[in-house]
């Protein structure tokens, strides 16, 4: 079985940095990809950011792009989320997932859908203040 499990959200100003951890429970972390979606109130969940198997390989939302960065450590079982630059719409919970299938496969289309994904985290809030 593979457990997820994200830390790091809380209440930022708006223009301040903050970082998302995702730590992976499971022993055949390894090939799989990653992704990180959130979900506002009232609206469904949004992708936010992918990455391969390996770390070389990144997709963004347009909204996030330039501002956020994902990026995962495989030696320790860990994907993270930096955010700098925060804004207001920012705002909701954010989610890891993990891809349970091993795959080399990573094109600029992989990852942006939630049902490329097998494992999800429960999630940790994010509250930008304006």
């Known amino acids: 079985q593979v457990r997820l499990v994200e830390s790091g959200g809380r209440l930022v100003k708006a223009g301040e940095n903050l970082g998302l951890s995702c730590a992976v429970f499971?022993?055949?972390?390894?090939?799989?990809?990653m992704g990180w979606f959130r979900q506002a109130p009232g609206k469904e969940r949004e992708f936010v950011a992918a990455?391969?198997?390996?770390?070389?390989?990144?997709n963004y939302a347009d909204s996030v792009k330039g501002r956020f960065t994902i990026s995962r450590n495989n030696a320790e079982n860990m994907a993270s989320l930096q955010m700098d630059r925060l804004k207001p719409e920012d705002t909701a919970v954010y989610y890891c997932?993990?891809?349970?299938?091993?795959?080399?496969?990573?094109?600029?289309?992989?990852?942006?859908?939630?049902?490329?994904?097998?494992?999800w985290g429960q999630g940790t809030q994010v509250t930008v203040s304006s």
């Open positions: 997932a993990i891809d349970g299938h091993t795959t080399t496969e990573f094109t600029s289309h992989t990852g942006r859908h939630p049902d490329e994904y097998d494992y």
């Open positions: 499971t022993d055949t972390f390894g090939q799989n990809n």
């Open positions: 990455i391969s198997w390996h770390g070389w390989n990144t």
